[in-house]
C-alpha cells in the first residue's frame, strides 16, 4: 500500500490531482485540509496559518510511511497587510513557511524512493513577465516580517502580489535545498518543482476584486480555448497527480517542470531560483524561523 500525504487538495487542480491519485490501485491518500475531503479520502485537520496545526497534523502521521508528499496548498491575497496568529505575513507562512515545517518534520518517515513535489510559479521568475510583480529577494526574515523590509512596497495591491511571487520562488529553492539534504540523498528522493501555469478557474484569487474573481471563472470555462496559453484545471491536476504517483519521472538532472499548452515541460527556472547562496540562506533562515536546527540530527 503506498501512502501519499497532501495538502491544498479540497478545490481547484489539487482536487483534480486528488481524485486522480485516490483512483490508484493500492493507494491510500491523507489529505490535510481545514474541511473535509471527498468520500474515499481520509482527511485530518490541517490550517497552514498555524505553525502548531501543522506540528499536530504531523504528529498524526507518525506511524505513516510515506511514498508522496504533495505540497500544493497555496492562496494569494489582495493585500500584504495579513498577519497569522504566529505573527507572519501570511502568503508566506502558508504557501512556504508552514510547507517548509511539514516537510521537515515527515522527512524521517519518507519510504526510499519517495516523491515530493512543490508547486510553483512562472510568477517566481521575471523574465516570465506575468502579471504579478515577481520578487525582489528570498530572504526568509523579511518576507516573514515585510515591516522589516526597507524596500516594501507601500502600496497594498503591489505587496500582495509580490508576496505571492517571492513565496513561489521559496518553493523551488526549498526543493532544490531539499535534494541536497543528507536524508534525501539517503532514501532516493524524487524532487519536483511543478509550475502549473496559468489556470483559470481555480480559486486562487478568491481574495481579488469581483471583478478580476469574475473574469478568472469565466477563463476557466470552455471560453479557456480563446487563450490558448491558459491550462485547464483538469490537466493542471493530472500532470501533478501524474508527477506524485511516479507516472511521469524527471529526465536526468532535471527538477522543475512547467505546464504548457497542456504538455509538461521541463526547463530551468529563474535565475535567482538557482543561485545557490540564496538557497541555502532560505533553508537556514526557515528553520530558525519554525524552532528547527537547519540540519536534521
Request: charged fraction near 20%; proline fraction near 8%.
Amino acid at each position: 500500500m503506498k501512502t501519499i500525504v497532501m495538502t491544498g487538495g479540497t478545490s481547484g487542480l489539487g482536487a483534480h490531482a486528488l481524485k486522480q491519485m485516490a483512483r490508484e490501485p493500492g493507494t491510500r491518500v491523507l489529505l490535510g485540509a481545514r474541511t473535509k475531503g471527498p468520500v474515499g479520502v481520509e482527511t485530518l485537520p490541517l490550517d497552514l496559518a498555524r505553525l502548531d496545526s501543522v506540528r499536530s497534523f504531523a504528529s498524526a502521521l507518525e506511524a505513516a510511511e510515506i511514498h508522496a508528499l504533495v505540497l500544493n496548498a497555496g492562496l494569494s491575497l489582495h493585500e500584504g497587510s495579513n498577519r497569522t496568529p504566529d505573527g507572519f505575513e501570511t502568503t508566506f507562512a502558508v504557501n512556504h513557511l508552514s510547507h517548509y515545517l511539514l516537510l521537515r518534520l515527515l522527512l524521517p518517515r519518507m519510504a526510499r524512493n519517495g516523491i515530493v513535489t512543490f508547486t510553483g510559479s512562472a510568477t517566481h521568475d521575471p523574465a516570465a513577465k506575468t502579471i504579478i510583480p515577481a520578487p525582489r529577494h528570498a530572504d526568509a526574515q523579511l518576507l516573514a516580517y515585510p515591516d522589516r523590509d526597507p524596500e516594501r512596497d507601500d502600496q497594498s495591491r503591489t505587496a500582495g502580489g509580490r508576496a505571492y511571487s517571492s513565496s513561489k520562488l521559496c518553493a523551488v529553492l526549498t526543493a532544490r535545498a531539499l535534494a541536497t539534504q543528507p536524508e534525501a540523498h539517503a532514501a532516493a528522493l524524487t524532487v519536483v518543482a511543478y509550475d502549473p501555469g496559468p489556470t483559470p478557474g481555480t480559486g486562487l484569487l478568491r481574495d481579488a476584486p469581483a471583478p478580476v474573481r469574475a473574469m478568472w471563472r469565466i477563463l476557466g470555462t470552455p471560453m479557456r480555448a480563446v487563450v490558448p496559453r491558459f491550462n485547464s484545471v483538469a490537466a493542471a491536476g493530472a500532470a501533478l497527480a501524474d508527477i506524485a504517483t511516479g507516472s511521469t519521472v524527471p529526465p536526468p538532472g532535471e527538477y522543475h517542470a512547467r505546464l504548457v499548452r497542456g504538455r509538461l515541460t521541463w526547463l530551468p527556472p529563474s535565475e535567482l531560483a538557482r543561485s545557490d547562496d540564496a538557497m541555502e540562506a532560505l533553508w537556514h533562515d526557515s528553520a530558525q524561523l519554525v524552532g528547527l536546527p537547519a540540519i536534521s540530527r
